[in-house]
């Protein structure tokens, strides 16, 4: 699958970078209401590319060439690139590598494909370290770990904390994380183990917690299950769903919910937590619109993230149009800020030519696009409230109905007591309450 990024910068402004048959690596930037025009990064690199930011808010992203592996650095809107491996792959063996920068040096996380040659069904994860001299260190053998489940995955907690998610195999198949700091790292811990293929895997590290959402594919049905570490152990595992055709899970934090997300045949649904990930409402099927073939891409934010506002590391988008992030809009409704008109969009007539209409043609359709989503959301949106209107009706008028009858007949008894205390009827005799009637109390 190729990789894919959404990466939120400075002022709510967001960037997406993609590879692209014809550009290679490309990126479109999202500003005052529309995406910009596409701009080839790195032409001719093969999609298995990784991004990542340091603790100023630098991107760094590594590509392969036909054999070579190069570091991109983007600062202050200029991509420069440098040699980092060379000749250290092919284009029949791309690798994936992922930089983590520790203040002025870096280390890279890469898978070596000398499992894929030898036929083994597992391939050594590698991490090498250079220095801030430009010295390379030895290549050290984190652990060796299963391609076929996924390929790894890296969360930064902290500048200087990082979790390395991926699944290995022994008796069976496990899926995990280890810890990575400049000065050590740690052994394997462990989410989940099963005997059965995992067939996807969404992770969401937090400064405070784990959480794990896994499809487990088995013979005739498949399960998602959900795991979270929040003190020293995981919770029990909770089964969200069970059906025969689950897939695209995803985990985000929105204003203090915790949103677990996945398909099942062609409907997207989901299953939202109040509690941190105690308990989980039931299954219900997602109302808004969604795109009919969904993958995942990666989320990054330069800006600081939190559980009780807004916490995400990946996000759905359109296959078939990577600029088109679906569901964000609808749950997170600030995410696309309003668009701003300046002078300049209005030049006078003599000024206009050919290009500037073509211009503001293309940005015209791209915020009629934009808009037209939001109204069809909006529109999905009011007829779930008008249902909702119509059931809060119907309980109130049969509430209404209840209290009448109630009242009727408590009407009826203060008029009866009310003829008792005129004389008018007879009282009738008392009736002794007691539980024991022969006793003095």
Same mark, same amino acid.
């Given at each position: 699958?190729?990789?894919?990024?959404?990466?939120?910068?400075?002022?709510?402004?967001?960037? %997406?970078?993609?590879?692209?048959?014809?550009? *290679?690596?490309?990126?479109?930037?999202?500003?005052?209401?529309?995406? *910009?025009?596409?701009?080839?990064?790195? #032409?001719?690199?093969?999609?298995?590319?990784?991004?990542? /930011?340091?603790?100023? *808010?630098?991107?760094?992203?590594?590509?392969?060439?036909?054999?070579?592996?190069?570091?991109?650095?983007?600062?202050?809107?200029?991509?420069?690139?440098?040699?980092?491996?060379?000749?250290?792959?092919?284009?029949?063996?791309? @690798?994936?590598?992922?930089?983590?920068?520790?203040?002025?040096?870096?280390?890279?996380? !890469?898978?070596?494909?000398? $499992?894929?040659?030898?036929?083994?069904?597992?391939?050594?994860?590698?991490?090498?370290?250079?220095?801030?001299?430009?010295?390379?260190? /030895?290549?050290?053998?984190?652990?060796?770990?299963?391609?076929?489940?996924g390929?790894?995955?890296?969360?930064?907690?902290? #500048? =200087?904390?990082?979790?390395?998610f991926?699944?290995?195999?022994?008796?069976?198949?496990?899926?995990?994380?280890?810890e990575?700091?400049?000065?050590?790292?740690?052994?394997?811990?462990?989410?989940y183990?099963?005997?059965?293929?995992? /067939?996807?895997?969404?992770?969401?590290?937090?400064?405070? =917690?784990?959480?794990?959402?896994?499809?487990?594919?088995?013979?005739?049905?498949?399960?998602?299950?959900?795991?979270?570490k929040?003190?020293?152990?995981?919770?029990?595992?909770?089964?969200? %769903?069970?059906? #025969?055709?689950?897939?695209?899970?995803?985990?985000?934090?929105?204003? $203090?919910?915790?949103?677990?997300?996945?398909?099942?045949?062609?409907?997207?649904?989901?299953?939202?937590?109040?509690d941190? $990930? +105690?308990?989980?409402? =039931?299954?219900?099927?997602?109302?808004?619109?969604?795109?009919?073939?969904?993958?995942? =891409?990666? !989320?990054?934010?330069?800006?600081?993230?939190?559980?009780?506002? !807004?916490?995400?590391?990946?996000?759905?988008?359109?296959?078939?149009?990577?600029?088109?992030?679906?569901?964000?809009?609808d749950?997170?409704?600030?995410?696309?800020?309003?668009?701003t008109?300046?002078?300049?969009?209005?030049?006078?007539?003599?000024?206009?030519?050919?290009?500037?209409?073509?211009?503001?043609?293309?940005? @015209?359709?791209?915020?009629?696009? @934009?808009?037209?989503?939001? @109204?069809? /959301?909006?529109?999905?949106?009011?007829?779930?409230?008008?249902?909702?209107?119509?059931?809060?009706?119907?309980?109130?008028?049969?509430?209404?109905?209840?209290?009448?009858?109630?009242?009727? !007949?408590? +009407? *009826?008894?203060?008029?009866?007591l +009310?003829?008792?205390?005129?004389?008018?009827i007879?009282?009738?005799?008392?009736?002794?309450?007691?539980?024991?009637?022969l006793?003095?109390?």
């Open positions: 699958m190729k990789n894919q990024y959404i990466v939120q910068i400075a002022d709510n402004k967001l960037i %997406a970078i993609y590879h692209d048959d014809t550009s *290679g690596i490309a990126m479109r930037a999202f500003d005052n209401g529309r995406w *910009g025009k596409p701009a080839s990064i790195a #032409p001719d690199m093969q999609p298995n590319f990784t991004l990542s /930011a340091d603790s100023r *808010g630098i991107l760094y992203m590594l590509c392969q060439d036909s054999s070579n592996i190069l570091l991109y650095r983007f600062t202050q809107g200029e991509w420069k690139s440098r040699m980092m491996l060379e000749g250290s792959g092919s284009k029949q063996i791309p @690798l994936h590598a992922y930089p983590i920068v520790f203040g002025k040096s870096m280390s890279l996380i !890469y898978s070596s494909p000398s $499992g894929n040659i030898t036929g083994s069904s597992e391939s050594p994860l590698m991490l090498r370290r250079i220095d801030e001299h430009g010295t390379w260190h /030895a290549p050290l053998i984190i652990d060796k770990y299963t391609p076929s489940n390929s790894f995955s890296v969360q930064a907690i902290t #500048p =200087s904390h990082y979790l390395l991926y699944a290995k195999k022994s008796n069976e198949t496990s899926v995990g994380y280890v990575i700091s400049p000065e050590r790292i740690t052994a394997f811990n462990t989410i183990s099963t005997n059965q293929r995992i /067939a996807d895997t969404s992770f969401l590290a937090t400064n405070n =917690s784990i959480h794990a959402l896994l499809i487990i594919k088995g013979m005739f049905s498949t399960q998602v299950i959900y795991r979270k929040s003190n020293a152990n995981f919770s029990a595992p909770i089964t969200l %769903a069970e059906a #025969p055709q689950i897939s695209n899970c995803l985990l985000m934090f929105v204003s $203090g919910k915790l949103h677990a997300y996945f398909t099942i045949g062609s409907h997207l649904v989901s299953a939202n937590s109040s941190f $990930g +105690e308990t989980f409402s =039931s299954v219900s099927r997602c109302t808004t619109k969604f795109c009919a073939e969904p993958i995942k =891409s990666s !989320y990054l934010s330069q800006m600081p993230m939190r559980e009780d506002d !807004y916490f995400v590391r990946q996000l759905f988008v359109d296959r078939h149009n990577t600029t088109d992030i679906q569901l964000l809009p749950i997170y409704e600030d995410f696309y800020p309003l668009p008109r300046t002078s300049t969009e209005n030049p006078p007539l003599e000024a206009i030519s050919e290009s500037h209409i073509t211009t503001q043609s293309e940005t @015209l359709r791209d915020e009629l696009a @934009l808009y037209k989503y939001k @109204l069809d /959301a909006a529109q999905l949106q009011l007829q779930d409230k008008e249902l909702k209107f119509a059931k809060l009706m119907q309980t109130s008028s049969h509430e209404k109905s209840q209290l009448q009858d109630r009242i009727r !007949y408590l +009407e *009826g008894k203060l008029h009866n +009310e003829a008792v205390h005129k004389n008018e007879p009282p009738s005799p008392a009736t002794d309450t007691r539980k024991y009637p006793m003095i109390i």
